[in-house]
């Protein structure tokens, strides 16, 4: 179940999940942010809860698009599960990558771990 975010529940949220979280930041009207929709059903599925997937609309939340500093969208964001953004990204990019961003908060890995293991080194 992909969570929908807001101002009023993030912060409860964000301090009692005990999962890595990828949030996708949007507005309604952003074809990008539509496009990434079944990739984000899609994640749900592979991580099976153990990756909380969610979403922000941007419009309606400006403290969280504050806190975030958001500029433009979509707007990807992964936090493991001690609470320190591991990934972020913007624009809509090849499916994998946001697999890559959530593995790296899932599995807690920094971004040279991430280059060694992508590469075989």
């Given at each position: 179940m992909i969570v929908e975010l807001n101002d009023k529940n993030y912060p409860e949220f964000i301090s009692q999940t005990d999962k890595a979280v990828f949030i996708e930041?949007?507005?309604?009207?952003?074809?990008?942010?539509?496009q990434l929709e079944?990739?984000?059903?899609?994640?749900?599925l592979h991580y099976k809860g153990d990756v909380v997937i969610s979403k922000c609309d941007v419009t309606i939340n400006p403290r969280?698009?504050?806190?975030?500093?958001?500029?433009?969208?979509?707007?990807?964001?992964?936090i493991?599960?001690?609470?320190?953004?591991?990934?972020?990204?913007?624009?809509?990019?090849?499916?994998?990558r946001y697999f890559e961003m959530a593995d790296k908060a899932?599995?807690?890995y920094s971004w040279w771990e991430s280059i060694k293991k992508k590469f075989g080194l």
């Open positions: 930041f949007y507005t309604p009207m952003c074809g990008a942010c539509q079944p990739i984000l059903d899609q994640m749900d969280l698009a504050k806190k975030y500093r958001i500029q433009s969208v979509p707007f990807c964001v992964a493991n599960r001690e609470k320190k953004i591991k990934d972020v990204e913007m624009g809509l990019l090849d499916p994998m899932f599995y807690n």
